[in-house]
């Protein structure tokens, strides 16, 4: 088990393009989440899959954004016509039981707009 | 919604000094959890607590969910170099996700 993996580490974009990123949870896990950070602040909550199901969506996460989980494996999470303000790190997370193990994060993809 | 009071922001220590930093919130947790993130990098889980006035060491770390289930704090004894990074403090009310704190950066001086 090699942990969660996010992809692309780094993505730099001009303003107005459309970007993806890939996570792949640890195998076993049911639930996958998508968290945003910015500098000088904690991680905050964009969204939430168990298996394929979305089944939480964060008022942070515009109309812009969108994720999927098509079989309940590996997630992506599309920003369509980015802007500067989108320009954060996201993190992609899984667990089997929350309650006692808390959450698994990736690595992160740091998002630059330019 | 919920929030999490996280302090100190930052500390400067001596290599060998004892550190704490705590969190407070005005809501109940069930699970309380201390990560650790170093730069360009996920966080790391370090503690997670369960029941309230539950104490839990791993290694040199210490840490307490609160008695009001609406506090933890985090201890580190006889600090080292690789300790430097920032620990959020992170709560998990029943059936919901994650809230983080702010965040409390930890510099090191040789």
């Known amino acids: 088990d090699t942990g969660v993996s996010q992809n692309p580490r780094h993505k730099i974009t001009k303003r107005g393009q459309n970007v993806t990123f890939r996570c792949d949870p640890i195998?076993?896990?049911?639930?996958l989440y998508w968290y945003r950070q910015t500098l000088g602040q904690g991680p905050e909550f964009l969204t939430y899959?168990?298996?394929?199901?979305?089944?939480?969506k964060s008022r942070l996460l515009s109309d812009r954004f969108s994720a999927e989980r098509p079989k309940g494996s590996f997630s992506t999470l599309e920003i369509q016509r980015t802007e500067q303000g989108d320009s954060a790190m996201y993190l992609c997370?899984?667990?089997?039981?929350?309650?006692?193990?808390?959450?698994?994060f990736g690595s992160g993809t740091r998002l630059t707009v330019v | 919604g919920q929030q999490l009071n996280q302090s100190p922001q930052s500390m400067f220590i001596q290599e060998g000094e004892d550190v704490s930093m705590n969190c407070t919130s005005s809501?109940?947790?069930?699970?309380w959890l201390w990560y650790k993130q170093d730069p360009g990098e996920g966080p790391v889980l370090l503690i997670a607590?369960?029941?309230?006035?539950e104490l839990t060491s791993n290694g040199r770390l210490t840490a307490q969910f609160g008695i009001t289930r609406k506090d933890s704090f985090l201890n580190i004894s006889a600090s080292i170099p690789s300790d430097v990074g920032i620990y959020f403090c992170?709560?998990?009310?029943?059936?919901?996700?994650?809230?983080f704190g702010k965040g409390t950066r930890l510099h090191i001086l040789p």
């Open positions: 195998s076993e896990h049911n639930r």
């Open positions: 607590l369960y029941k309230a006035g």
């Open positions: 809501s109940i947790f069930n699970t």
């Open positions: 997370a899984s667990s089997l039981n929350p309650d006692i193990n808390g959450y698994t």
């Open positions: 992170a709560g998990l009310p029943r059936d919901d996700k994650i809230i």
């Open positions: 899959f168990q298996n394929e199901a979305q089944l939480e």
